[in-house]
């Protein structure tokens, strides 16, 4: 047995058998593929098995197409969808009539019910928005309205209003959203990964594309990994995350002016161990490029802090822990009572940005061939926050792109 090319669904992992050529592992389990010489052909390939190249590939499947996801780490879910905060945001920061705007709203809503029906574990805990300074609550009223534009309610408090909700911390005045929420976001791509399977679609790991080329109706995928092999696809949807924008760049077919930049913004997160007082998200008011340090909650109550904004030049997670000063100062602009020394080194994420520091908001590129006249491919670009919230939006859409 080849360790090399592995099929993964929730409560099982096994390897795929080599000795029959190049298709060897994929064909027996999707059932839908054909062989043509040395190449496996199939209908419809997700390239990147995060929580929204998960979301895509249920939705196709589940309305009949024979969907292969290819995944190059040895799990799913390992790049930007296990690095985040887990929130469920409500809608409230993005320009009217953006995508983030819409999907976030559109998406918010479904994900509740999704887990709700799916029984996937979540909470409608609130947040706070809440500003340190009379400089930042002027910041509050355009956060308010801007909420509104996209249909997202939320109510002002002043300083007194806030003691009695939260007292604990130190604020002038602030924003009550009662929408947003926290989830088990590895809970939510198993259960993706369950629908995904039980309607005849696969993930297929250890499986990077190495080379796509993209000519007469169709596509073909060069598969890396220690079983190479190649794909002919009518449809493919690049959801590589991270890798999306590389991948597109070396895409054969696909016009040059149909490849954007890419920047990266890391972000890092600090738990702080032991008790604390919140029960809800605290935000303080944003800062260029993204939320600031903010508190999230994950599902067991355990606090954590993050993330800051450092722009890099390449993929690196490391968590340098004398960054611990900067948090705590940041932090008890309004929560006083903070233990510095609580603060411990958690994990970092990384947000793949389509413009850089001081380009002001970028928002999803989501390109079907109405874009780039390529028929049959679709390319996820610059899908950061709030992309978990709108995984079950932007897979809606994705469909329809590919109509």
């Known amino acids: 047995m080849s360790p090399g090319v592995m099929v993964s669904g929730p409560g099982r992992r096994f390897p795929l058998a080599p000795g029959d050529g190049v298709c060897s592992g994929i064909r027996p389990v ?6 043509s010489g040395d190449i496996l052909e199939t209908e419809t390939v997700v390239i990147g098995a995060g929580v929204v190249g998960l979301a895509i590939a249920s939705a196709l499947a589940k309305n009949g197409c024979d969907v292969i996801v290819l995944e190059r780490g040895d799990r799913f879910g390992e790049g930007i969808s296990s690095r985040n905060s887990e929130v469920i945001h409500a809608g409230i920061y993005y320009p009217e009539h953006s995508l983030k705007a819409k999907l976030c709203v559109e998406g918010r809503q479904r994900l509740y019910d999704y887990c709700q029906s799916r029984k996937v574990e979540h909470r409608k805990c609130g947040k706070w928005i809440v500003a340190a300074s009379e400089s930042q609550a002027r910041k509050l009223e355009d956060i308010q309205l801007a909420a509104a534009r996209n249909g997202v309610e939320l109510a002002r408090h002043d300083r007194g209003a806030i003691k009695r909700h939260v007292p604990q ?11 947003t929420g926290i989830i088990d976001s590895h809970g939510l791509m198993l259960s993706l990964l369950g629908e995904l399977e039980d309607a005849g679609g696969q993930l297929v790991l250890r499986s990077p594309v190495v080379a796509a080329e993209s000519a007469n109706d169709h596509h073909l995928l060069r598969v890396g990994g220690d079983n190479p092999l190649t794909l002919k696809a009518a449809s493919v949807i690049n959801a590589a995350g991270l890798g999306a924008v590389p991948l597109a760049k070396a895409w054969a077919g696909l016009p040059e002016h149909h490849k954007p930049q890419q920047w990266f913004a890391r972000g890092v997160y600090f738990s702080y161990s032991g008790r604390h007082p919140f029960n809800t998200l605290i935000y303080p008011v944003p800062e260029p490029g993204g939320l600031g340090v903010h508190l999230t909650l994950d599902l067991a109550g355990q606090a954590r802090f993050g993330p800051d904004v450092e722009w890099i030049e390449r993929e690196e997670y490391t968590v340098n822990p004398d960054r611990r000063g900067t948090f ?15 603060l411990q080194p958690a994990y970092a994420g990384i947000r793949p940005k389509l413009a850089g520091p001081d380009s002001g908001f970028a928002d999803f590129r989501i390109d079907g061939p109405e874009d780039h006249g390529v028929p049959g491919l679709v390319n996820l670009f610059g899908i950061e926050s709030p992309g978990l919230t ?9 469909q329809k792109k590919l109509i």
């Open 30 to 35: 999707c059932g839908a593929g054909k062989v």
């Open 169 to 179: 911390i130190t604020a002038c005045s602030g924003l009550w959203s009662p929408e």
């Open 328 to 342: 705590a100062t940041g932090i008890r602009q309004w929560w006083p009572e903070l233990d510095p020394s609580r």
């Open 390 to 398: 709108s995984c079950l939006a932007i897979a809606d859409l994705v």
